[in-house]
């Protein structure tokens, strides 16, 4: 059912479970993400009310508890919890969190095409590489020469992300990526002038499409 699936349900009922009582809350949810953008919105939804129920509530989980729980509510889940900078591997429960990194200016461009991530991994096979040390002092470089694995699954259900990056590519980012499982495309930028100009870009080429100006924060 809709409420079964629904992870704000979900997030109240797995605390629940845990504490042996009942959550008594008024929850008004604003999504400004496109629904499966491959941004983790309904991610970071569940661990932003954890938070508020957590506190709320006074509720002293240990921490294998919470990362326990953190976990049961989806893979991107402790991530977005700590909300820090960091590494994540396994499938999302192992965190190393590392410095600080530029705090780059972000353009995020979405076709308003919901893409199946069940889809996209059930179709791909990823080979295991060899773990890597990234390199944090010259991290641009290092992820230039990386790429998602996913995109190629992802511009199958979608071909307008292979245009967005095409266009993306082409403007003065840094680096241009796929977020995710998409269908989200970014760039990142050294200063607003640029982004800016990517940004009429886009507009120009894609005036339907939604699209976002932000900017990278090591901690919220």
Known sequence: SLIKNNIIFKTVNEIEKRINQKIILDIKLTKNLPISSGMGGGSSNAANLLKCIINLYDIKFKEKELNDLLLSLGADVPFCYYSRTGVVSGIGEIIRFTKKIPEYYVLLVNPLVEI?????????????????????????????????????SAIIQCNQIKSILKTLKNTNSLLTRMTGSGATCFSLFKDKKDLNEADKIVDNLYPKFWKKKTKILNQF
Do not use: M
């Open 116 to 152: 199946s991530t069940k889809l996209i991994f059930n179709s791909i096979n990823i080979e295991k590489n060899k773990k890597e040390e990234i390199n944090e002092d010259n991290l641009i470089s290092f992820l230039r020469s990386k790429k998602n694995d996913l995109e190629v």
